[in-house]
């Protein structure tokens, strides 16, 4: 019972932070996710006091304030939040181990299943592993489900339950995935697929290459027209890039107005050829803003560094590779492409 009343309480509170975060215009980061789920969890009074008072006073959640109340009231207490999410996951699997019991024939390969996932949360899962895991719960239910047409009301809202922590999970993935700015794959994305082309390429030899890609002179582009235009700028060099790309390919942005683009089975030719398709885009185009379009901001720029993948390469290797082609690109006077 008091298993329930928690998986119910659990369910509740992720009703209630996404619609909220919509209605106060909040971004839907994972720390800004972090501070809601504690606000309508009450697990830190200080916290849910600190937000009472903005809202009362009219305060709008900016950016710099979201970061402030996650400073103060939850960074400390990360480690602490990945355990709410163990222990409410936790509380899931024991609600499930029961509801199955209860169900008795032809569940007893769910049964040896959930204890697997078990044994898994206890071995500190982080957030990806987590998600894997609750979405896993979620297919063996379904599975179910599907071979025990006699079960419970209960059980199908188990399993609605679940669906909908499935899809806060995925949600909560996706945002850590991607940078806010541009909407790109953000360096996590990039890092987690470029770790799966390495193993490809080990097992099967499957060749991939990387560019490097930096925007020139973007200094003194910021100097000039404001920062507001430099992160517009980002956004329009992001959409040439992902437009030039084919779908299996990966556009990320790798921090500040460096972008990383990695290119599955593309051989080193192959990939100068996307350099270079992606680098006359970007140039050829004059940049102009406002309502009728009157500030010229003229052309942008990009060099770019071109590596392929090579026996004993792995992810670091790689990308210091095609780093050091992006250097001898600046030194070659920028806008140009250069590869190993
Ligand atoms: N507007 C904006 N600027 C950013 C962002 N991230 C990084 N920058 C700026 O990008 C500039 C990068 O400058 P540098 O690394 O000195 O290089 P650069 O001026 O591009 O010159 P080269 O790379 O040598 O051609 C810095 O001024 C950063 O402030 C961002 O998110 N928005």
Redesign the pocket.
Known sequence: MHNNQNLEQTSHILHLVLPKMSELAIPVTPENYAIWFDYFAETNLNLKRAIDGLIANDVKFTPEVNLGLYNRFIEERSPEIIENVQIETQILINSLVHKIELLGEGTANFSGNLTEFNQKLQSNPNLDELTLLVMSIAAEVEQVIASNRHMSDSLVSLSDEIANLKSEMDNLSKVAMTDE?TSLNNRRAYELFAAEQMTKFTDTQTVCSLLMI???????F?ETFG??I??K??AYVALAMKHTVKGDDLVARYG??EFVVMLPNAKLADAVNVAEKIRERISLKQLSIGKEKKQNLGHITV?IGVATIQTGDDAETLLARADEQLYIA?KAG?NCVKYA
């Open positions: 700015l930096d925007i020139d002179h973007f200094k003194l910021n920062h507001l430099g992160d700028v980002l500040g107005e060099s600046k920028r």
